[in-house]
């Protein structure tokens, strides 16, 4: 089977990162060689330093909400060129765990959509973007229920503005061209995975 690039997104909680390690079992399974599962931010330096932002305990976190989308751009031209494009010039399957889209969404409460798609027109789109959908109130709960600190976007208003932020990028990039499929995240791991690999094996089909 051919390269394809999927890219995973959603509001924190709402399953990416639990749903790209089954989807990559799964095309394992069935025929991908090579799958490469990744994530944004990246493991690289720009992406560690973005951790670090996003961090409130650390003293990065001084850094400005009008300055994450030029970092989070440049975190990801570099994951691009450096991991995403070549393995897809080797014929993997890549998964990325958030994409352009979680920038489009984030960042344009602080900066506006209009600045951050500028920033983003560029970056090769992925053949097909899976959008996680949960309820604010679900995707807290999660993040609660898993314990730890919560990051920079993850208080119930916030949580709000971007579920709301990501309608109109959904709309933004289908205007586009893009192939969006928008999955309830509700239900079981077991059941969203059913979904995410029905919407998967549909674009594979169609690429092929
Ligand atoms: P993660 O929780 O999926 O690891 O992502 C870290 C946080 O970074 C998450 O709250 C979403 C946010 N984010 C942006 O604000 N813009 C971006 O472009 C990306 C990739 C993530």
Redesign the pocket.
Known sequence: MGAIFIAMEGL?GSG??TQTARLADWLRSNGHAEVVTT???STGPAGRFIRDV?NPQHEASVIGDAV?PFL?AADRRDHLDREVIPALQRGAAVIT????H??LA??SLAVGLPTVADLNERFRAPDITIFLDLEPEVSLARIEARGGTL?R??AIDRLRSIAEAYDAVLVHCRARGEHIVRISADGSIDDVHKRVVEAVQSTIEALS
């Open positions: 924190d990416g990162t994530a944004e931010p996003l994450l989070f765990d958030r994409y352009y979680s920038s984030y960042q990051e976007f993850e």
